[in-house]
């Protein structure tokens, strides 16, 4: 799997968008873009994940560089609650096979009022 | 209607004892997995689980046992405790199928004196 590369930590006033990137220039053609978040002291919280199309779901969008080598997940209006880690994770994905989370250091972003 | 459970939450014993923790997941996944979170937040896997057989097993010491009665349940016996084992300890579960997001307990926070 590829590795990522996130900035340690990012701030957010709440009700803004929050934008965390994640470098992946290794990404391989197969790769899937994941990212999943930890909020303190609880399990890690699928978000979403994406292979070259922009995504969107209730929690969050996904937008992927055309060449695919970063890719930057948008919470669109930040409160609170979404202070976390966030980890971005690149892994080919495969039917049939388990699968192996591979997590990184992750950005932690805090939102403040 | 929890989805990840993980008994017990907090777990304090001392070097040497054996100790086990239990999982259980009302999803209907038939793929489960423990992880392993040290003090520095690193977040590994250990063992994978499909349908009551063992998928992935990471580098992980034999003194830790999964044990798997069903494919709702995933249990984690840990032999012989060490400093060292001190971690917070999560179990997941999935769908089999890579692309698959993983649903992750609450975390057992096991503290060896």
């Known amino acids: 799997d590829a590795k990522t590369t996130q900035p340690p930590s990012m701030d957010c006033a709440e009700g803004r968008a929050a934008n965390l990137p994640c470098n992946h220039s290794?990404?391989?053609?197969?790769?899937?873009v994941y990212w999943y978040r930890q909020i303190h002291s609880q399990g890690p919280q699928y978000i979403i994940h994406g292979l070259k199309n922009n995504e969107t779901n209730e929690m969050a969008s996904l937008i992927i560089t055309e060449d695919r080598k970063s890719s930057t997940l948008i919470l669109p209006h930040a409160t609170l609650r979404d202070t976390a880690v966030y980890y971005c994770i690149v892994r080919t994905s495969r039917a049939g096979t388990a699968s192996k989370l591979t997590f990184g250091t992750g950005t932690r972003l805090q939102v403040t009022l | 209607d929890t989805a990840v459970s993980q008994t017990p939450k907090y777990l304090v014993t001392q070097m040497g004892n054996d100790k086990s923790i239990k999982c259980e997941q009302n999803?209907?996944?038939?793929?489960m997995y423990w992880y392993k979170q040290d003090s520095k937040k690193f977040l590994k896997i250990m063992f994978s689980y499909n349908n009551k057989e063992l998928i992935i097993n990471e580098t992980v010491p034999n003194r830790f046992s999964p044990k798997s009665p069903d494919k709702a349940h995933l249990n984690l016996h840990i032999n012989s405790l060490e400093l060292g084992d001190s971690a917070v300890y999560f179990c997941?579960?999935?769908?089999?199928?890579?692309?698959?997001?993983?649903?992750f307990g609450p975390g057992t926070r096991l503290t060896v004196l």
């Open positions: 290794t990404i391989s053609g197969n790769e899937y």
């Open positions: 999803l209907g996944h038939d793929t």
């Open positions: 997941a579960s999935s769908l089999l199928g890579d692309y698959n997001e993983q649903f």
